[in-house]
């Protein structure tokens, strides 16, 4: 298939359903973590780790493996990646203890990649006219598959122990492997005669070259934290005396990310438009909104509902408007562009992961949401200096005082 061609309802339906099953496999422990810790004898720091390891392990993957998608036949490489995913899943799913438990985790992070494969995949071979949208169809996808992995996740323990989710989703995995196996377009190579010393040596000149890659990176950077920050410690809150739930309805949280999923096409869609920098700054209120409304839900469970439906809709809105401007950036080089933007994503997701843990140990609720909108506020902060430094340039360009 040509890159720039166009991609039929099919094709991209299939891609958003294996962005979707690829990207549940980080986020399956999230609503367990109590269990999983009586079940381990680990505390609530130990179990925070779990989170982070998983996202080191992406970060990793994103480093060191998506970048082969600008020089290597993609069709070929993600198989096999799902493979080694199934080993890392029935690892965890039989892991004796918390060590095992977090190698696991590193390894499933690391195959669980295969879906940052496939978004720049589906931005070459998607038209101009339609790259916006099909990202954020394709992206919709894969925040659905989070979304459904924590609410999977959390009532198939409930019925049959946390070990079982974890088999469960190593059956899936191997299924999509075959069937990616057989209907993944047959692409060629971007880029040739680049050694994998070289493609990894050209992230840093690619970087420094692109100004907009930067800010993207951070407003990611931003988001995600705040996301890590309030699912790493939201199984801690629901088993708390204040509520005393179980991981059933800790999963059924993940219900408030529907909306963060329906918005990641209609933030697609006004990239397509050139409102992309106005979204962002709305994005990022949503977040700041979020994160005043969980502060609420140490004793209120609506605050926690409502709260988590606006920070995920800021959080998926920004994250989808960031990566249709990337990809836009450097057609050569898209795999390389996913690996700069989420590898330092989930650098920052995973320590905020490990602080949400470290803060809800020393100052339960109230520090965990004190750490989430300290880093909410920075992304608008971020925003509003980007804004004032675009009109000042448009002044001056208007004005001739600086050539356009």
């Keep these: 298939m040509q890159p720039g061609a166009g991609m039929d309802r099919r094709l991209v339906a299939l891609f958003a359903v294996a962005c979707g099953i690829c990207a549940a496999n980080l986020y399956y422990a999230q609503p367990l973590l109590d269990r999983m810790g009586h079940d381990l004898h680990a505390s609530p720091r130990a179990m925070g780790l779990v989170v982070t390891s998983a996202q080191i392990g992406y970060a990793l993957g994103l480093l060191f493996i998506v970048p082969l998608g600008d020089v290597t036949h993609r069709h070929k490489l993600i198989p096999p990646l799902l493979g080694v995913c199934v080993v890392g899943l029935l690892g965890a799913a039989c892991a004796p203890g918390i060590a095992v438990l977090w190698g696991m985790c590193v390894l499933i992070g690391i195959t669980s990649v295969v879906a940052q494969i496939l978004v720049p995949l589906a931005g070459m071979l998607a038209g101009a006219h339609e790259r916006g949208a099909v990202v954020g169809t394709v992206m919709s996808g894969l925040l659905l598959?989070?979304?459904?992995?924590?609410?999977?996740?959390?009532?198939?323990?409930?019925?049959?122990?946390?070990?079982?989710?974890?088999?469960?989703?190593?059956?899936?995995?191997?299924?999509?492997a075959v069937v990616l196996q057989r209907l993944l377009p047959r692409d060629v190579p971007l880029v040739t005669g680049l050694s994998y010393r070289g493609l990894l040596g050209s992230l840093w000149p690619l970087l420094r070259a692109e100004p907009a890659l930067r800010r993207r990176m951070l407003y990611g950077a931003l988001g995600m934290a705040s996301f890590s920050v309030v699912w790493t410690s939201l199984a801690f809150l629901m088993a708390s005396p204040a509520y005393g739930y179980g991981q059933a309805v800790t999963g059924l949280l993940g219900l408030?990310?529907?909306?963060?999923?329906?918005?990641?096409?209609?933030?697609?869609?006004?990239?397509?438009?050139?409102?992309?920098h106005l979204a962002t700054g709305f994005f990022q209120v949503c977040i700041g909104l979020g994160w005043l409304l969980l502060w609420g839900g140490g004793h209120w469970l609506v605050d926690v509902i409502v709260g988590l439906v606006v920070l995920d809709l800021g959080m998926q809105g920004m994250h989808v408007s960031s990566q249709s401007i990337i990809y836009g950036l450097r057609p050569d080089a898209r795999s390389r562009v996913t690996t700069l933007y989420l590898s330092f994503n989930f650098v920052v997701g995973a320590a905020a992961s490990a602080a949400s843990a470290v803060a809800w140990s020393a100052g339960g609720w109230d520090a965990v949401c004190a750490l989430g909108g300290t880093f909410a506020a920075a992304g608008v902060l971020v925003w509003l200096y980007e804004h004032v430094v675009t009109r000042r340039t448009s002044v001056r360009r208007a004005t001739g005082i600086e050539p356009a």
Excluded at 145 to 173: E, F, H, K, T
Excluded at 260 to 276: C, E, I, K, P
Aim: cysteine-free; charged content about 10%.
């Design 145 to 176: 598959g989070i979304l459904s992995g924590r609410i999977v996740s959390g009532l198939l323990a409930a019925v049959a122990g946390w070990r079982a989710v974890y088999l469960a989703a190593a059956a899936i995995i191997a299924v999509l």
């Design 256 to 276: 408030a990310g529907v909306v963060g999923a329906l918005a990641a096409r209609g933030a697609g869609r006004l990239a397509d438009r050139g409102h992309v």
